[in-house]
């Protein structure tokens, strides 16, 4: 895993050399084993590189046997050694063992269709010398990031937005319809960010730039088409297979590969599974909190290590420890989420890179596999959607009115009537309800809301117009796990992560399992209110009855408790201070209604405040002069 950036001047005249080389300086995190450079009149490509395969010979930009095709890379192509041996049948001659080299006669020899054949976590950008254009490319699932901005003649990309605010004419203003969608859906869909004007390259496509044009493209066009028929025990066998061959692939490393490993079942089927193919003892790392002895899963992750033969490091964080980080968190993370675990993946990540360089994580299980509440809601809509209107709207309206610590009771019954699928899906994903963001909203924000109460969800149609064919659930995993996924949980583990110069890995989104658990019935993912179903069968081969059957903790935190009380100053601080941002937007006297009722226990508002709090953060770092 690496940094990535470059320069494409469209009128022809030669790059900036020194702003290229801020551009690379700024990412140094990602990579601070070597940097590189290549410039060719109007092109520049940069790279910082953080060795693990090929460690002495691997150092880019790397090109093929003339030089005339030339890529800087961030991620792994974990099939490198087979399309390697592919591509010297068909007479290529590498000069190195790395898997960056891959990717240059992979091009020469299938063109743009090179994507294609990749199994792995990857963007990268290519330049065709001879024909003088440009390839930028982004994985299946969006596990790498890519953004881009055209200023003037010149188009900038980068792994990191920070790199492309180096430049000094790139734009720092925010984006009100992206303002809109971030408190819709608790992240900004791609392709754009909260920044205006930058923007991100989707999951799963490339872009073509040449002075004649630009062009973006999708690669991979998978939609599920689930198969019946099949036997429980043949698909549980297949699954399997798929999986300790997506652990076998990611394990390929010349550097010691570690886990983030919780006490549930994803993280720890990957330690069974890696513990065969491991040499050495796994080294598996995991966070607590003061305050969160119900949620913590320290001690039953370290059963599991001690099960697997693991050594097991962790530490346990306090409300201190979030208040420091919070002084630099928006300027790793670049993007605001209502994600109240994203600080939390720093700790973890810190605490692993002090031993390894590479870690498997157990993302992107629950999305593919039902894993969440959401789900079980959006399954019932089907049979709600049956009773009378007057009825289901009468009973919308009272879970609503309610008093109390409710917010996922009170947002899913606002939605479970809903008619229209993609507003079905926006009211399930919003904690912000239509009614709190009119009385939350104003000024431009507010007259954009007034416009179209529900208009955010355009932002999801293009992925949700793929599967309109298929059920309400189908529908609903389908896109987020090519949205939410990306776009914040994926995002947030590549940011933190890269801030402590580790590379994270996802074997769960090996595209190849995801296509296999998108062909199942809905039933073998949710089974009656049983998420997760026949992965949780599959995982018995390697995991013990309890442990499988165990109720999940997640990533919890006790940040709720924390706002309230211990960092109340810091959250009034910045919510509330006479310069804060939130008064260009938002209410002020609402907001603190909000912090009023989530006190005494009213309601339940922890992520309103964690967005809240973020976006704040996001505002200080990169646009308060």
């Given at each position: 895993m690496c940094g990535i950036c470059g320069i494409f001047d469209l009128s022809g005249r030669p790059i900036n050399r020194d702003t290229l080389a801020r551009?690379?300086?700024?990412?140094?995190?990602?990579?601070?084993?070597?940097?590189?450079?290549?410039?060719?009149?109007?092109?520049?490509?940069?790279?910082?590189?953080?060795?693990?395969?090929?460690?002495?010979?691997?150092?880019?930009?790397?090109?093929?046997?003339?030089?005339?095709?030339?890529?800087?890379?961030?991620?792994?192509?974990?099939?490198?050694?087979?399309?390697?041996?592919?591509?010297?049948?068909?007479?290529?001659?590498?000069?190195?063992?790395?898997?960056?080299?891959?990717?240059?006669?992979?091009?020469?020899?299938?063109?743009?269709?090179?994507?294609?054949?990749?199994?792995?976590?990857?963007?990268?950008?290519?330049?065709?010398?001879?024909?003088?254009?440009?390839?930028?490319?982004?994985?299946?699932?969006?596990?790498?990031?890519?953004?881009?901005?055209?200023?003037?003649?010149?188009?900038?990309?980068?792994?990191?937005?920070?790199s492309l605010l180096q430049h000094p004419a790139c734009p720092r203003e925010v984006d009100l319809d992206a303002l809109a969608e971030l408190f819709t859906f608790r992240y900004v869909p791609s392709p754009k960010t909260l920044f205006q004007r930058i923007m991100k390259l989707p999951p799963a496509h490339f872009m073509v730039v040449s002075r004649a044009g630009q062009r973006i493209e999708r690669f991979w066009d998978w939609v599920p088409r689930p198969q019946n028929g099949r036997k429980e025990s043949e698909l549980i066998e297949e699954y399997q297979e798929l999986l300790e061959d997506a652990v076998r692939l990611q394990m390929r490393s010349d550097v010691p590969v570690g886990l983030f490993l919780s006490s549930g079942i994803d993280s720890g089927v990957l330690l069974a599974i890696m513990s065969k193919f491991a040499n050495r003892p796994v080294q598996a790392f995991t966070i607590g909190f003061e305050g969160g002895e119900k949620t913590n899963e320290v001690d039953d992750a370290r059963v599991l290590a001690r099960k697997f033969g693991a050594d097991h490091h962790f530490r346990m964080l306090a409300p201190e420890d979030y208040v420091k980080y919070y002084e630099r968190y928006m300027w790793d993370l670049e993007e605001p989420v209502g994600n109240e675990t994203a600080a939390a993946f720093y700790f973890v990540a810190r605490i692993a890179s002090e031993r390894v360089k590479v870690v498997l994580t157990g993302q992107g299980a629950d999305e593919p596999w039902a894993g969440y509440d959401r789900y079980k809601g959006v399954k019932l809509s089907a049979l709600y959607n049956r009773m009378p209107r007057m009825v289901t709207n009468g009973v919308a309206t009272l879970v609503a009115r309610m008093p109390g610590r409710m917010e996922r009771l009170k947002r899913g019954a606002i939605s479970l009537g809903e008619q229209d699928m993609l507003t079905r899906f926006t009211k399930v994903y919003s904690f912000f309800s239509a009614e709190m963001k009119a009385r939350l909203y104003r000024g431009d924000l507010k007259e954009r809301f007034n416009a179209d109460a529900y208009g955010t969800r355009q932002a999801l149609n293009r992925l949700q117009k793929d599967v309109a064919h298929l059920d309400p659930l189908t529908q609903m995993l389908y896109i987020d796990t090519r949205a939410n996924l990306p776009d914040d949980l994926l995002m947030v583990a590549d940011k933190t992560s890269m801030a402590n110069s580790l590379e994270s890995r996802v074997p769960f989104l090996d595209y190849r399992l995801v296509e296999f658990v998108e062909s199942l019935p809905p039933k073998l993912k949710l089974n009656g209110l049983n998420g997760k179903y026949l992965h949780k069968q599959a995982v018995e081969k390697w995991l013990p009855r309890e442990v499988v059957r165990r109720k999940k903790k997640g990533f919890a935190n006790p940040i709720e408790d924390w706002f309230r009380v211990r960092m109340k100053p810091f959250v009034e601080d910045c919510l509330l201070g006479s310069d804060s941002f939130t008064r260009r937007y938002f209410d002020v006297n609402y907001i603190k209604k909000m912090l009023e009722l989530d006190r005494t226990g009213k309601e339940q508002y922890r992520r309103h405040i964690y967005l809240l709090v973020s976006l704040e953060l996001w505002h200080r770092r990169f646009l308060q002069n």
């Open positions: 551009l690379n300086s700024s990412i140094r995190h990602r990579g601070p084993d070597g940097e590189g450079e290549l410039v060719d009149n109007e092109i520049g490509l940069g790279h910082r590189r953080l060795s693990i395969i090929d460690v002495g010979g691997g150092g880019q930009p790397i090109g093929n046997e003339d030089g005339k095709v030339q890529v800087v890379f961030n991620g792994e192509i974990y099939n490198f050694i087979e399309l390697r041996n592919e591509l010297e049948r068909f007479g290529h001659q590498f000069r190195t063992k790395s898997d960056t080299e891959v990717i240059v006669h992979a091009y020469e020899q299938w063109g743009t269709d090179c994507v294609k054949r990749f199994n792995g976590m990857f963007a990268f950008a290519l330049w065709d010398a001879r024909q003088r254009k440009l390839l930028l490319a982004r994985d299946h699932l969006g596990i790498k990031p890519m953004y881009y901005v055209t200023i003037g003649n010149q188009l900038l990309f980068a792994s990191e937005i920070k």
